[in-house]
């Protein structure tokens, strides 16, 4: 009787921790695995500053290697098949999620489409965003594009198919369209490129965008979100541009008056990086040319902020470019002529110019778009990236993932090398709470 006991007593027990197990809790395995993300709770909050916290240490890896895909078209030719190491590490407590993101990339890339002086033509230009070859496939130049890290969330289920596909779900690679520029009007294949839109109205997805560059200045990462941008009576249409991306706080406003009628949407004040770009005319008179804004004379790898632009801030104006393309400023000119200062080294992986000029303002993100607190470390090898953000914004526009439920959640990332077009992914991973 008494080993009977004993052995229905071991029995409950044993029933009673699977149960437990399986309904109430996630348990947190010692070893790394490639497709949940365990979110640890915590009551001792990691300090965003790129440095990795003890807080992490009791916290679940997520090892995957980010892998640039093949989507046709040579749209990532050059980068397909790269690959990144990386793990993920997640934390929550009562009030916020947190996240530790670790990959390798040993060239640091902040310095983004820089100017530089051509002499040949006597122009000022900007590096490319991308990697650049001749026309028998041979690297000409390597890319001065931007590291980005970036996460895709199903923004309360209502995205069907990203349950399953998660960021393919609103890829829309060389998706037909019908060419009206021919009668009659024939479906057509997409050959040049792809955006995220979703399939519905009632669909969205949340886009968190870390530009290691510019946001991670002000300690912020870009908060945005994905919707189907009209539908298909416009993606549908002449050439299926539709782009269903659009940073948090903006909504449609109402029809396009313009073909083929896209939506409109509402606008936001100048806010993240924006253009270090205009037009001037050579000598005041001449042909129209594309120049820098905004300079600071004589700096070197520096940034230029919304700041910098204000009465009594460093920067100074550009109001004249000449033939030969000096820059005339108040106060001032730089003559890039004279000296190295302002042309870049040739060769697939020379230097941009020692005084290159910055191609953006960097500015504070507001408002919606300011979610989601971020601080980013190059350590010579690779990135940490430290980034939190609520368990449940403020947000009425559902622009937002809502984590308070502590349900799962399936998402996607991405990572961009130098490049602000190809870049890596890992889809179908799962985030789950441990609790």
Not at 143 to 164: R, V
Not at 272 to 284: A, F
Not at 329 to 337: A, H, L, V
């Amino acid at each position: 009787m008494k080993i009977l006991k004993i052995t229905s007593l071991f029995a409950f027990i044993v029933m009673f921790f699977a149960y437990c197990t399986k309904t109430d809790q996630v348990v947190v395995s010692a070893t790394p695995n490639t497709t949940d993300l365990i979110a640890l709770k915590t009551t001792t909050a990691p300090t965003l500053d790129g440095a990795i916290d003890a807080a992490w240490d009791k916290a679940q890896k997520l090892s995957i290697t980010m892998t640039v895909p093949d989507p046709g078209n040579n749209l990532f030719a050059g980068y397909n098949g790269i690959q990144y190491k990386t793990t993920l590490r997640a934390m929550y407590d009562d009030q916020y999620v947190y996240f530790l993101a670790e990959y390798n990339d040993p060239d640091k890339s902040v310095n983004v489409t820089p100017w530089y002086f051509n002499p040949t033509t006597a122009l000022w230009v900007q590096e490319g965003s991308s990697r650049t070859y001749d026309a028998n496939g041979v690297l000409t130049r390597e890319g001065w594009g931007e590291d980005k890290f970036a996460m895709l969330w199903n923004i309360d289920k209502s995205t069907p198919k990203f349950e399953t596909q998660t960021c393919y779900a609103s890829c829309h690679v060389f998706t037909p369209y019908l060419n009206y520029a021919v009668t009659p009007a024939a479906m057509v294949s997409n050959a040049g490129s792809g955006n995220h839109y979703t399939n519905g109205a009632q669909e969205k997805i949340d886009m968190w965008w870390a530009h290691l560059s510019k946001d991670i200045l002000f300690g912020q990462m870009d908060d945005n979100y994905q919707d189907w941008a009209g539908g298909p009576g416009v993606t549908g249409l002449v050439g299926g541009s539709g782009n269903g991306r659009h940073v948090d706080g903006i909504t449609v406003s109402g029809a396009n008056t313009t073909w083929p009628y896209a939506p409109t949407y509402t606008t936001t004040p100048a806010q993240g990086g924006y253009s270090n770009k205009q037009t001037l005319k050579l000598n005041g008179t001449g042909a129209s040319v594309s120049v820098p804004m905004w300079v600071v004379p004589g700096e070197a790898n520096y940034y230029i902020l919304a700041a910098d632009t204000l009465a009594g801030g460093k920067a100074k104006k550009v109001t004249g470019v000449s033939a030969t393309g000096v820059l005339t400023y108040s106060g001032g000119t730089i003559d890039p002529t004279t000296g190295s200062d302002y042309l870049r080294t040739d060769g697939v992986t020379g230097a941009t110019a020692p005084k290159a000029i910055p191609s953006y303002i960097g500015s504070a993100l507001l408002g919606e778009r300011a979610d989601i607190s971020a601080k980013a470390v190059h350590t010579g090898t690779g990135w940490i990236v430290e980034y939190k953000r609520k368990l449940k914004t403020a947000d009425v526009l559902k622009q937002d993932v809502d984590f308070s439920s502590l349900e799962d959640k399936v998402f996607g990332v991405a990572l961009w090398d130098r490049s602000n077009n190809q870049h890596a992914i890992q889809p179908n991973l799962t985030m789950k709470f441990a609790k």
